[in-house]
């Protein structure tokens, strides 16, 4: 579910977009599975990443890739790449 490439120090994600309600932002849901230590089962973990969306392009449900840049604002440290997937 989840893509991390490490390319120029700079880390890429993969997510879905939950909110695109605030002008050129957008929150993005990025899945992961972690092991469970003592129990060895898989645990689906969620974060959420404020990304900025600079031609407001995106659109509540699409699956996009998200870069890691400099702070853009107090929570928006991340930057939308490419919409992978349009919503239906």
């Known amino acids: 579910m989840v893509e991390v490439t490490q390319t120029n120090r700079k880390t890429s994600k993969v997510g879905v977009v939950l909110s695109a309600a ?3 932002s957008v929150v993005v849901k990025v899945e992961n599975f972690v092991m469970h ?3 060895h089962r898989f645990l689906r973990t ?3 990443f404020m990304a900025h969306d600079e031609s407001n392009t995106c659109n ?3 699956r996009v ?3 890691e840049c400099r702070p853009l604002s107090r929570r928006k ?3 939308v790449r490419k919409v992978i997937e ?3």
Do not use: F
Request: aromatic share 10%; proline share 5%.
């Open 65 to 67: 890739l998200i870069e």
């Open 37 to 39: 230590p003592l129990y």
């Open 77 to 79: 440290k991340w930057r």
């Open 60 to 62: 509540k449900g699409d």
């Open 86 to 88: 349009r919503a239906k």
């Open 46 to 48: 969620t974060s959420k």
């Open 22 to 24: 605030a002008d050129k």
